[in-house]
C-alpha cells in the first residue's frame, strides 16, 4: 500500500517512540510523502537527533518530549502541539515500555499505563500457574445458569 501523497501533503503527525526503529521509518516514510512529523521520545537527545536526520533528507520534522507513562508529558506535548499547529492529523502510538520479566511484574502496578493488557495478563497468568492435575472436565446445570468455579 502507498500514500497518495496530494491527500496527506501538509498533514501533522505524531509518532511516539519516533526517534527509531520502526516509529523512525514511519516518520521517514511519512516525511518523505510531505506531512509534518513530530517526533515523540522521553529523551530529547536522541529526540534530536532523529529530527536531524530526518531534516538531512528534507524531511519536516521536530522533536516533543513524551513519556507514554507520565501524564504530565502527554498533557505537555498535546499543548505544544495545540500551540504550534493548532491540530493533530494523524497519531501513531508506537511507543513501548519495557517491563520487568512477567514473574517479576505485578499486573496491579502496571493498570494504567496497560489497564486491558494487564488485566487479560493477569487472567492468563492465574490460569497459567494453576496446578496440573491431569485431565480435568466439569459439569453444570445449565438451568441454574452458573459455572462450577
Do not use: C
Not at 73 to 90: K, S
Not at 114 to 123: G, N, R
Amino acid at each position: 500500500m502507498t500514500l497518495n501523497s496530494t491527500s496527506f501533503r501538509g498533514a501533522i503527525a505524531l509518532i511516539t517512540g519516533g526517534n527509531k526503529g520502526i516509529g523512525f521509518e514511519t516518520a521517514r516514510q511519512l516525511g518523505e510523502q510531505g506531512l509534518t512529523v513530530l517526533i515523540a521520545a522521553r529523551d530529547k537527545t536522541r529526540g534530536e537527533e532523529a529530527v536531524r536526520m530526518l531534516e538531512n533528507e528534507n524531511i519536516q520534522a521536530k522533536w516533543v518530549e513524551l513519556d507514554v507513562t507520565r501524564q504530565e508529558t502527554i498533557d505537555n506535548a498535546a499543548q505544544q502541539v495545540f500551540n504550534d499547529y493548532g491540530r493533530l492529523d494523524i497519531l501513531i502510538n508506537n511507543a513501548g515500555i519495557r517491563l520487568e520479566g512477567l514473574a517479576k511484574t505485578d499486573m496491579n502496578n502496571n493498570t494504567e499505563a496497560y489497564p486491558s493488557p494487564s488485566k487479560a495478563a493477569q487472567a492468563i497468568v492465574h490460569f497459567a500457574t494453576l496446578p496440573n492435575d491431569g485431565p480435568s472436565g466439569a459439569f453444570f446445570d445449565s438451568e441454574k445458569n452458573e459455572m462450577p468455579w
